[in-house]
């Protein structure tokens, strides 16, 4: 079945709502109109409904069903702009709170929160910058994650589709050792959450020791902090590891004979953003892969950003990819809270 599909199946009237704070764009108008019809999320746009309605009505659709937030009316401001003051923990003063959420960015983050709504996809119109500083100061990274980073989901033919993470992508220029590791746990929870068997290539210039220097050995590094610090029985980790020789099955037994995944990774992993952002753009264009992301990891709440130059199913795919992290993280809660009885 095709992925997006599969996904539509399990957010099919789970209630998910997502906020929108882009709500005069068309593409943003169009996706959620879409998914309030199908009943996948409940959209929720910020901003003034009548001025959007008339947008919506030149796009051909009907909004009348999706929830509408004016941040210039919303009853529960003050107590915004307090949760706001108190989180930010004595670096901003109550007036510089009050701005702060005037900014949609800022409080469609802080109604994700507050719990209001259960994430958020912006970026349309905002630069990643924009969509990820309200995030990284409030919503912030999860126990144990030092930084967020960005993975791309690479899909490609029809029902049974090939697909693949790639990442980091998008966040981390020149990631350490620690951090490396890091971002390929996350990168596993990530796979794992979208139904991808977590195989993950720790992609490098060498293969098991065919090549050596500095760039070498951090990926090596990173493997071995993985091996400790790895609690995940179902992800498995191979590296340092070429991209021909994680992909290629014929490749991989003459490059990597004893591994148990070489030939059929999943996830890939590149040693840092230049070559994780050429890799992905490469197998969009020339590989035909569709490319979807940068899906942001890491965070306590799902929050997406989107690119300037998206198209309105690019935001519908990553609204469902949202929604699901949005449901996992509620299924996590759950079942926490089921052994902490």
């Given at each position: 079945?095709?992925?997006?599909?599969?996904?539509?199946?399990k957010?099919?009237d789970?209630?998910?709502r997502l906020v929108f704070?882009?709500?005069?764009?068309?593409?943003i108008?169009?996706?959620?109109a879409?998914?309030?019809a199908?009943h996948l999320?409940?959209?929720?746009l910020?901003?003034?409904?009548?001025?959007?309605?008339?947008?919506a009505y030149r796009?051909?659709?009907l909004?009348d069903?999706?929830?509408?937030?004016n941040?210039?009316?919303y009853?529960r401001l003050e107590?915004?702009i307090?949760?706001?003051f108190?989180?930010?923990?004595?670096?901003?003063?109550?007036e510089?709170?009050r701005?702060l959420?005037?900014?949609?960015?800022?409080?469609g983050?802080m109604?994700?929160?507050?719990?209001?709504?259960?994430?958020?996809?912006?970026g349309?119109?905002?630069?990643?910058?924009?969509?990820v500083?309200?995030a990284?100061?409030?919503?912030k990274?999860?126990?144990?994650?030092?930084?967020?980073?960005?993975?791309f989901?690479l899909?490609?033919?029809?029902?049974?589709q090939e697909r693949y993470?790639?990442?980091?992508?998008?966040?981390n220029v020149?990631?350490?050792?620690?951090l490396?590791?890091?971002i390929?746990?996350?990168?596993?929870?990530?796979?794992?959450?979208?139904?991808?068997p977590?195989?993950?290539?720790m992609l490098?210039y060498?293969?098991n020791?065919?090549?050596s220097g500095p760039?070498?050995?951090?990926?090596?590094?990173?493997l071995?902090?993985?091996k400790e610090?790895n609690?995940?029985?179902?992800?498995i980790?191979?590296?340092e590891?070429?991209?021909?020789?994680a992909?290629?099955?014929?490749?991989?037994?003459?490059k990597?004979?004893?591994?148990k995944?070489?030939?059929?990774c999943?996830?890939?992993?590149f040693?840092?953003?230049?070559?994780g952002n050429?890799?992905?753009?490469i197998?969009?264009?020339?590989g035909?892969f569709?490319?979807i992301?940068?899906?942001?990891?890491?965070l306590?709440?799902?929050?997406?950003?989107?690119?300037r130059g998206?198209c309105?199913?690019?935001?519908?795919?990553?609204?469902?990819?949202?929604?699901?992290?949005?449901?996992?993280?509620?299924?996590?809660?759950?079942?926490?809270?089921?052994?902490n009885r």
């Amino acid at each position: 079945m095709d992925f997006f599909e599969q996904l539509k199946m399990k957010l099919k009237d789970q209630n998910v709502r997502l906020v929108f704070p882009e709500a005069t764009d068309e593409r943003i108008i169009k996706a959620c109109a879409r998914l309030q019809a199908e009943h996948l999320i409940q959209p929720v746009l910020l901003g003034d409904k009548e001025e959007i309605e008339p947008i919506a009505y030149r796009c051909g659709v009907l909004i009348d069903e999706i929830e509408f937030i004016n941040p210039k009316t919303y009853p529960r401001l003050e107590e915004m702009i307090d949760t706001l003051f108190t989180r930010r923990n004595g670096k901003i003063t109550k007036e510089e709170a009050r701005e702060l959420v005037q900014d949609v960015n800022y409080f469609g983050t802080m109604l994700t929160y507050m719990g209001i709504v259960d994430g958020m996809v912006s970026g349309a119109i905002h630069s990643t910058g924009d969509t990820v500083r309200p995030a990284l100061q409030i919503i912030k990274t999860k126990p144990g994650v030092k930084r967020t980073s960005g993975a791309f989901l690479l899909l490609r033919g029809r029902g049974d589709q090939e697909r693949y993470l790639f990442s980091d992508c998008a966040i981390n220029v020149d990631p350490d050792a620690p951090l490396l590791a890091e971002i390929a746990m996350e990168t596993a929870k990530t796979a794992e959450s979208l139904g991808i068997p977590p195989r993950v290539a720790m992609l490098s210039y060498s293969t098991n020791g065919s090549g050596s220097g500095p760039a070498v050995d951090k990926v090596k590094e990173a493997l071995e902090i993985i091996k400790e610090k790895n609690q995940d029985p179902n992800a498995i980790f191979e590296g340092e590891i070429q991209f021909d020789a994680a992909y290629d099955k014929t490749v991989a037994d003459l490059k990597y004979p004893d591994s148990k995944i070489a030939g059929k990774c999943t996830v890939f992993v590149f040693p840092e953003l230049q070559s994780g952002n050429i890799g992905y753009k490469i197998a969009q264009r020339l590989g035909g892969f569709d490319a979807i992301g940068p899906i942001l990891q890491g965070l306590n709440k799902p929050i997406s950003d989107l690119s300037r130059g998206a198209c309105t199913n690019d935001v519908y795919k990553v609204s469902l990819i949202t929604a699901m992290q949005a449901l996992m993280d509620k299924d996590e809660a759950n079942d926490s809270e089921i052994k902490n009885r």
